[in-house]
DNA sequence: ATATTTTAGTTTATAATATAAACTAGTTTA
DNA sequence: TAAACTAGTTTATATTATAAACTAAAATAT
């Protein structure tokens, strides 16, 4: 009857920067820590858990003399994120 | 940008468990757990902590000569679910 | 020039959570 | 009357989220 929610993106901070990325070309690390009005230390953790799922590629270079840390999401990710809007359909609609 | 999702509610099986007794007039321990597919440890924690939140009722009876136990979804539930669905739905439409 | 603060992160520690395993108490069946 | 089942609860463990502490370099102030 429920199907299981994929834990990766069933995470309020992972959520967001899914929600996020698919909305955007591409982000950079503090554009997505202004947005999602996380911690850089918190952030960094779910968007390498997110970049091990293949859920989004994350590039670092410099900008100017400064990293830069810019973030993609994947066609992996993109599929895993509509599974799981289909999936909590289930649990929300009346 | 993101409101925060209601961390109760935000927890697959007591999700499921508040998606369930929304559609019913009351549920018992058995049905629930046949529902969620949910081992009774488990639901026999996320029930007392829906519980005390005072998000469900849950009376504890007997049904002939075994115990029963009822749950009810409450006001404060239902209110509850549906500020969670509100903010959630900010992270999954496109 | 050099000390101070800021930027852009990472790593580590802690607190919270979910889950499973073990247990309880009584009931039904063999 | 012993074994298995029902309807749970409690406890232990593994996972997760999060915050705090840290790093390294750059920008700014003194």
Redesign the pocket.
Known sequence: MFKDLD?LL?????LAVMSLLLSVESA???FIREKTN????????????LSEAGYISVE?TF???????TCKVTKKGIKAFEEYVTALKQYIQK
Chains 1, 2 share one sequence.
């Open positions: 834990p069933h995470a309020q901070l992972r950079d690390f503090t996380s911690t850089a230390g918190n952030l960094s953790v779910q968007l390498d858990k670092k900008k100017g003399k400064k990293p830069l840390t």
